[in-house]
């Protein structure tokens, strides 16, 4: 089930995140961060275990960022990662949030919710703060991709 983090969950969102940035694939998160965004995440529980989690994480006026998506092992390629995306654009739409981006090392995954590629440099410099933390920083092999909620139908 996906469903809004909830004030227990900041460990387990941080353990599942950080497993992967051990393995270089993602940026980690402290714990005192996830509990200062806990209002950006989503989580996935099956049997009330925490198998998956994602942040939509408001940058500037008009633009939102999707981070921190992780998905447990057991329970990868079943189609969690992309009912946590769904989540998140389902929020940017109701919160009238026009365009929404992402940052990633698996770009064909996000294009296929409609994502295209777009400069980093034009990101608002905001978002750097969390790229001077990245242990790959300033040799960022990361992709920027960008979605016009507006013109996304939903579907």
Not at 106 to 124: A, W
Request: one cysteine or more; proline letters at 6%; charged letters at 30%.
């Amino acid at each position: 089930m996906i469903e809004k983090a909830q004030i227990d969950d900041p460990e387990a969102i941080a353990s599942l995140i950080n497993h992967y940035a051990e393995e270089q694939l993602m940026l980690p998160r402290p714990l005192h961060e996830v509990y200062d965004q806990l209002r950006d995440f989503y989580v996935y529980r099956e049997d009330e275990k925490l198998l998956g989690c994602i942040a939509l994480h408001i940058s500037w006026k008009g633009l939102a960022e999707i981070r921190s998506l992780a998905v447990a092992e057991e329970v990868q390629g079943q189609g969690v990662a992309t009912k946590l995306v769904e989540a998140c654009l389902d929020e940017a739409r109701e919160m009238n949030i026009p365009r929404v981006f992402t940052l990633t090392n698996v770009p064909d995954f996000f294009e296929r919710f409609g994502f295209t590629h777009y400069p980093k440099e034009k990101l608002p410099h905001k978002i750097w703060s969390d790229c001077i933390k990245c242990p790959k920083f300033p040799n960022c092999d990361e992709v920027a991709l960008i979605l016009d909620v507006d013109a996304d139908s939903g579907d």
